[in-house]
């Protein structure tokens, strides 16, 4: 399996995500929101550390089977992270006391 040189598209879901983000903040705090975007993020910066360090690279079956394992352990691992992250950040921004 050979990854391609260029992730498709990846510039505009970059950019749908930052205008998602410049949204969410405005917003009252909603759970899907915070899931959404935290899913969002997470996977924008997965794709572009493997667009940035595995771009162009060929993979043995037991190679890619390690890079999808890992790969899907940190997106899960640093989607809860990010929307924890993200919670506490709209918590701090929207106290109201």
């Known amino acids: ?25 405005a917003l ?23 667009q940035r360090y595995f771009a162009g690279i060929t993979f043995t079956l037991r190679q890619w089977l390690a890079f999808t394992t ?7 691992a640093g989607s809860v992270l990010v929307s924890l992250l993200l919670i506490a950040i709209k918590t701090g921004l929207h106290a109201h006391g």
């Open 1 to 25: 399996m050979q990854l391609p040189p260029k992730i498709p598209g990846l510039k505009w879901i970059t950019l749908i995500v930052g205008v998602y983000t410049a949204v969410w903040i």
């Open 28 to 50: 009252e705090g909603d759970l899907l929101c915070v899931v959404l975007l935290g899913v969002g993020v997470t996977a924008v910066l997965l794709m572009h550390l493997i």
């Open 70 to 76: 890992g790969t899907g352990l940190l997106f899960g």
